[in-house]
């Protein structure tokens, strides 16, 4: 029954997709479980590029199931349109399956979204704008809408006009803008309905069915461990449980159903939106590593901040989410460099701490303590072993595993599905081999 968790260490980005390739082609089924087109997936498979938002992988795979499970949120009308875009390139999109229990991102969310960002200032979150933290909020204040709700126009017009009677009052008193109109909102949403229909089930049942019938699920975090509301770097963080656990509920599947964690962390940091970031780089290091690193959000286009790898996150990570393994990605972006740094610690008024603080305004000022590593100098993206890299690059490797007290089972040396290497002494990695 294995069940394989992909969960993303740092604050997102950190080349899930290309781990959830290199995986996707000997599992039957990928599943979604948390966010919604928030998240931005590059692939690149057969040569082509697919950026997907809120479509799983596993689409790519004609022998794959791909699930869109209970606890994302579903923006419609990018979904059309992402699976249009699929189907115009030869993909064949009429396998998805759609849990009637996730809800829907709606226009006032989106509205909600840009004006509560504009109205906070200088302390907006940076959000990406996709209405994900207001349809989180009325997800928890029950007045959500769900994609089963499009089955009955009368009760989804019942649902849109409850949650647009105080929405209007405070789009148009608070911050001065015009009222959502009921109508408009239904008629735009249960003109979608027809074609979402014919892909929801009970989504829960399908993915335990599968892991029952002996099956490779492989549960597709979105986001990442520092992005997570209840674990993250709070306030700056995004509305779901990008977590180990959040995979369970947001696919209805108990704790025992994940075999496998593998935690996917870069060779660096990234992060897009506002928040500390101790080991951030301010200098032209740090550009360096954002233009060879291509660190632009999938999503929003925006530049991301870069900086050195953090050890202390990936304790912090491996912890939260009980990893059985990580994926160490991009490993190539270093190739050039002369000296690496890994913060192994950091330092806040003198103290030593090798834990992520729990006070938000410590974790705003810490200093991080590094240790040197020699670079190796030599184009990597050709190794197609681990034992063909330089001893300064698998160094650098067993450093991060040493500190993370987890076996790093793939290393990532470029964006081609060949340019990852598996390794052999990490026996509890990849089932799938
Ligand atoms: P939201 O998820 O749009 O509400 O944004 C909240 C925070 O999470 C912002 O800092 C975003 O930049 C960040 N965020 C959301 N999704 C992603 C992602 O897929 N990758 C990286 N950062 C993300």
Redesign the pocket.
């Known amino acids: 029954m294995p069940g394989i968790a992909l969960i993303g260490t740092q ?3 950190e080349g899930k997709g290309k781990i959830t390739d290199l995986l996707a082609g000997d599992v039957d089924m990928v599943v979604r479980c948390t ?1 919604g087109d ?3 997936h590059t692939l690149v498979v057969g040569g082509e590029t697919y950026k997907l938002r809120l479509t799983p992988s596993g689409i790519l795979y004609p022998d794959v199931t791909p699930v869109i499970g209970n606890g994302v949120v579903i923006n419609p009308r990018v979904l059309l349109e992402e699976l249009d875009s699929l189907d115009s390139r030869g993909v064949d999109v009429s396998r998805l399956r759609i849990s009637g229990n996730a809800h829907l991102v709606m226009p006032y969310h989106l509205e909600f ?1 840009k004006v509560t960002e504009r109205f906070l200032g200088k302390r907006q ?6 209405g ?2 207001p349809t989180y909020a009325d997800k928890a204040m029950r007045v959500g809408v769900r994609v089963q709700d499009l089955y009955d126009p009368k009760i989804f017009g019942q649902k849109v006009e409850a949650a647009l009677r105080d929405k209007n009052q405070i789009l148009t008193r608070v911050y001065g803008r015009l009222p959502i109109e009921v109508d408009e909102v239904c008629e735009e949403y249960l003109g979608y309905a027809d074609r979402i229909v014919e892909m929801v089930c009970d989504t829960s049942l399908l993915v335990n069915e599968a892991l029952r019938r002996d099956e490779t699920v492989l549960f597709e975090g ?3 461990t520092l ?1 997570d509301l209840d674990h993250g770097t709070y306030p ?4 779901s449980n990008p977590v180990a656990t959040g995979i369970c509920t947001g696919a209805g599947v108990g704790p025992k159903a994940l075999d496998e964690i593998v935690g996917i962390t870069k060779a660096y940091v990234t ?5 500390p970031f101790p080991t951030e780089l301010f200098d032209e290091t740090g550009d360096e590593i954002g233009r060879i690193g291509h660190e632009f ?4 286009g ?1 530049k991301r901040r870069c900086g050195w790898f953090d050890a202390v996150l990936l304790r912090y990570a491996s912890r939260l989410n009980s990893l059985t393994s990580i994926a160490l990605t991009k490993l190539d972006v270093f190739s050039s460099f002369e000296k690496l740094q890994i913060c192994v610690a950091y330092e806040h008024q003198g103290e030593r701490l090798d834990e992520v603080p729990f006070h938000q305004s410590v974790m705003h000022h810490v200093v991080p303590v590094y240790e040197e590593m020699p670079g190796w100098r030599t184009d990597i993206s050709e190794a197609t072993s681990y034992a063909e890299l330089p001893a300064e690059a698998r160094a650098y490797v067993e450093r991060i595993e040493q500190l993370a007290g987890v076996p790093v089972g793939i290393v990532g040396v470029g964006p081609g599905r060949r340019q990852t290497l598996r390794r052999e002494a990490a026996a509890t990695v990849g089932v799938v081999q």
């Not at 700056?236 to 509305?239: F, N």
């Not at 992060?271 to 928040?275: L, P």
Request: net charge positive.
């Open positions: 604050w997102g980005d966010g928030n998240a931005g979204d979150l940076g959000t990406t704008k996709k994900i933290g979105a986001q990442g992005l700056y963080v995004t509305s992060r897009v939106g506002t928040g959000g999938t999503v929003t925006r």
